[in-house]
């Protein structure tokens, strides 16, 4: 989509939404409306304000510069001094004439919404955790490039980096070093687990030393702000019984959460009204689990991804998300074993007008290393 | 602080606040009473509830194991299936008879605060802003360790690192993958600005290349979830005269903020009731540049850290913060002069019987390179 689109997208939701005006604080639905993705997600460091005709960022001196030279479509109001944010959104409100507006609720804090309804009576909680869910073919591009260094370096930890003595965090270095060298970053804090630690979704790698058994992989790769997301789950000599069970079960999860899309994205092109339910992609992978005797996945079976490695659409069973064209999530089932090891097999996938389309290309086939 | 020191003071606070429990939504806050570290902070993945009698966390299967193991003093309530966290919380809310809610409300989104309404009619927004502020020995200790990491990682970059014809984003990879290597991380993006970009504070590194002038390197490294945070101008080739006026006019400005500190730290010894201000250290340094015939400081003088990189007290115009024994804060003026260049000086001071004590131990005169 390009920046123009965007905007206008705004414009149509101040009339959905009967606001005179939008206050966007998030940092990811800045970088995706300006291109621009310096400001701290940890910290409120700038706001975007939309009206029918006007667009604004508020900002203080560290920015100045750099907005404007590299955001100039949208006018620049600085804090400074006596005239801090909050004076200067009145300002505008006054100057606009904005009697409601709406704000980021997924985003905005308590303390800054008591701030805000000082100095506007009528404020409206707007859901802007789907604007970014539908990718323009530009974005898609930028997350099958970073998908392709996440393979460049799953192959490079697999045949350079795995090694007997190696520990989890020296593995999660060498992920990241890897990405660095290349010009790119981690989109997330990599998960490496070995042996029973991979029995914990959301291991922190430690000091453990490989040793036979399962090596989890979770990583990603950022390229242009957009992220990308894969895990594998190898094994370090041979696979015993149990494993290779549990990895079979874990594969055809996925490919039958991959088929119910499939099959209703063919369905929908003859029935238009027909809508394709995330969370019905969650049940037909969680139901095969635990048919197959194994308790359920602790967790979503997969996500949307874009300048955020976690956004819309959500696949799980809450979910009330309608997966669309143009969307890229993960896939992810996993089964868990306490005190004996997990598997995840975890890949993106777009959705195309004849079915999903995997984006990260690494073997998701049963790997034995040595 | 211990742990339950830190529980103590939250059941302090409990009567301080009348209220009959506290829902902890900050993952920094949640990393300060559990020492736990590997929940995302972009993302909503825990929350804490602190009672009179009890303590829980709540999060979901991805985590369970983990915190069982490393956070056994709170009692895990897990999300799954129908339990959502809402349903959880509305159970607790009954079985403790909590009739008034506290929120951490510099954190929770609106959202969220939303949703929490429908259970608990009574919620009181708590700034929890200050509760880091004031750090224990082992806490200085360990931000010690992070400066300590910072200076190698300066020394390193100027010795082996900074040479014709390597940019910007090259040498910020340098200081993460130098930090990588030592088992740290980058506590931040290091802002690398070569020449006139250097006239943005917070500059971001690009494919410029190194040439004459102003080099400005700002950053910080963590040692056990605690930062570190320095700033240092330097010169490639020789500076010319009034690079030097700059230079020398920002060291001073942050001495004045220093020596104003300082001589408030003794004369408070011998009374008791003066208070010391974080607005009045900020006002001796930028009255000092504006004196001199600078632009105000476009950004504050400086923020406490610890856990975060920005954290209280906040040494900034508007700031209502107290200055206080134990706490740990940077104080780092800066010219900037668009299209020429900036010079920022940044270190970090923890608050002392005695006065300051300066953390960043990397030399801060004016330096020629080449």
Known sequence: MKSSQKINHFKKLLGEEKVDGILIS???????????????????????LITEKSRYIFTDGRYAEAVKKQIPDFELILSKGENTFLKNLEALIKKHNIKS?????????????????????SLKHIDLGEIRSIKASGEIKLIETACKLGDEVFTYIIRNVLKKGITEKEVASEIEMFLKKRGSEISFKPIVAFGANSSVPHHESGNKKLEKGFVLLDLGAKFENYCSDMTRTVFWG?????????????????????????????????????????NEADKAAREYIIKEGFETIPH?????????????PFLSPKSKDILKEGMVFSIEPGIYIPDF??????????????????LTKSDNSLIELR
Chains 1, 2 share one sequence.
Do not use: M, P
Not at 28 to 48: K, P
Not at 103 to 109: F, M
Not at 301 to 308: F, N, P, T
Not at 346 to 357: C, Q
């Open 26 to 48: 998030s940092v990811f639905n800045i970088t995706h409306l300006t291109s621009y993705a310096n400001f701290s997600s940890e910290e409120r460091e700038a706001y975007l």
């Open 101 to 121: 507006l709406g704000v980021d609720e997924n985003d905005l804090r308590v303390s800054e919404h008591k701030k805000i309804k000082t100095i506007s009576k």
């Open 238 to 278: 041979k696979a015993d019984k149990k494993q290779k069970k549990i990895y079979k079960i874990v594969k055809e999860a996925q490919e039958k959460a991959v088929s119910e899309i499939n099959s209703k994205i063919l369905r929908s092109t003859q029935n238009d009204n027909k809508k394709i339910l995330a």
């Open 300 to 312: 979503s079976l997969g996500h949307g991804i874009g300048l955020e490695v976690h956004e819309h």
């Open 341 to 358: 090891g997990g598997v995840r097999i975890e890949d993106l996938f777009v959705f195309e007008k004849t079915g999903l389309r995997r």
